[in-house]
């Protein structure tokens, strides 16, 4: 069985009158590269900078790796690494001058630094830039170069808020294949993002996260198979759609029915083996049909409806 890492139960945290967080519960695996999306203000830094020990919680509990949160803070500032959506570059420092400020703040001192940090710099492709000051570099190269320095400890968790934000395709792209490669390596990683197809081909699971709710988590393989489920169900027929439509109407699994000429899309509450029963049916009044199956629509437009219309959380 594999051990949870990450376990959140019940936390709320609130600002003044505003809960950013609301009952929040959630359990990340060891070695997950977990995709928590959602829209602006919707409390994901929150919930990263309580991950990462910088703020403190009203209510529930957090426990990392066995350590609960609010009495071995020091034990968990060890073991999880933070970058932040905004951070301190120092402009005036060249990229290997910024990263010896790190290694003496984190009191890493031994003979294998300098080695320590050309292998980092070398991983996030900016070995070449170490002799250049920072303010020179591009924004995905800062954006890296912090990555570099959130791994200076090795730590086993990684929680990064807005990895992609501000970059352009090929820097998103750089971003992504330097998190596979520590996803691959056993790290557990906790990317945030309001951009749902950023996250989609590189995490292993995702929870959607809505005024401080999380109202949908599970594997990617799971939320695919529930997107599907969700999106209407099209019909088209060649004759006979006053009996298809009667048919449907009694139906337990179709919650509506909408008719386009011989096009009908119907809300259809059921699984495949359902699908396959009314498709017989539809068959057996004699209709000849064009086509039969679910809409394609992809895991932007569940968003959008879950965003919108979900207030209870869903486990997959």
Known sequence: MVSIVIDIDGVCKSYKNVKALDNFSLHIDKGELFG???????????????LAGLLNIDEGKITIDGNDMQ????????????????????DNLKVMEYMEFYCAAYYIYDGDTVKKINNLLE??????????????????????LCLARTLLQDPPILVLDEPYSGLDVYNRNEMKRLLRELSDTGKTIIVSSHILNEMTDMCTSLGVIKAGRLVLTGNIDNILEKVNNLNPLLIE?????????????????????SINGRKIQVEFDGNNEAESILLKNIIDTGAMINFFGREQRNLEGLFMDITKKEKEKRIL
Do not use: C, H, W
């Open 237 to 257: 027929v060649v004759d006979r759609e006053e009996e298809v439509i009667s048919l449907l109407k009694k139906t337990k699994e179709v919650k509506s029915i």
């Open 71 to 90: 009495k071995n803070r020091r034990k968990i500032s060890e073991i999880v690494g933070y970058m932040p959506d905004f951070f301190g570059v120092y």
């Open 36 to 50: 928590l999306i959602g829209p602006n203000g919707a409390g994901k830094t929150t919930f990263l900078k309580i």
């Open 123 to 144: 991983r996030v492709g900016l070995l070449e830039k170490a002799d250049m000051y920072v303010d020179q570099l591009s924004r995905g190269m800062k954006q890296r």
